[in-house]
């Protein structure tokens, strides 16, 4: 009897500590994250385009101060806005989209500023070649939605690279080196 009050008072103590936060795992939605890019065009403009097909996971722990992400961008799904100006960038002077069918993005390295993510270094691999790129985190939101009824976050990240570090050189420097890289991200929580 002794032993069954105190496993029953053990219990009680256990319930009475606050819930420590465990990590939550999130599913990259595809309809609204949309990597772009930004970049010189011969001195004249900018040139924009994006990218229409985005997977991939990520996981917070907001009490711990941790997260990571591994993210997977479809390089067939370029859009300019311009079909002849996507094709060409799919060739193997640009992207090579047969060759390497995906960017990819792999962190487990966020920097937090209270329960905001502000920055996330990891791995960026595109045209075959990785290198390490920190992305700034602009905008970070979580909350429930009200629809879907499910907690979202969502993030606004950039980063400048250097296209000649993934091994396209084409036209430089005429069509410039420096490449502002701008990715809107949402993703749901998992169940």
């Known amino acids: 009897m002794k032993q069954l009050v105190a496993s029953a008072a053990f219990a009680a103590f256990l319930a009475a500590l606050p819930a420590s936060a465990a ?3 999130y599913s990259v939605d ?3 994250t949309f990597p772009a890019y930004e970049i010189g065009h011969f001195g004249y403009s900018f040139q924009r385009g994006r990218f229409d097909r985005t997977s991939g996971r990520i996981s917070l722990d907001t009490a711990a101060k941790k997260g990571s992400a591994d993210i997977a961008i479809d390089t067939t799904s370029i859009d300019t806005g311009h079909p002849k100006l996507t094709a060409h960038l799919q060739t193997d002077e640009f ?4 060759k390497y069918p995906q960017i990819t993005f792999k962190s487990g390295d966020f920097t937090f500023e209270g329960e905001n993510v502000k920055s996330a270094r990891g791995d960026l691999t595109i045209h075959g070649v990785t290198r ?4 700034k985190v602009e905008h970070y939101y979580c909350a429930p939605h009200p629809m879907l009824k499910k ?5 606004d990240l950039t980063a400048t690279i250097k296209r000649s570090e993934f091994g396209m050189t084409k036209y430089l420097p005429m069509l410039a080196d420096d490449v502002l890289l701008r990715v809107n991200v949402e ?3 998992d169940d």
């Open 23 to 25: 990590v939550e795992n």
């Open 30 to 32: 595809p309809n609204h």
């Open 95 to 98: 992207f090579d989209a047969a």
């Open 132 to 135: 390490p790129v920190t992305f």
């Open 151 to 155: 907690k979202i976050c969502g993030a």
């Open 187 to 189: 993703a749901i929580k």
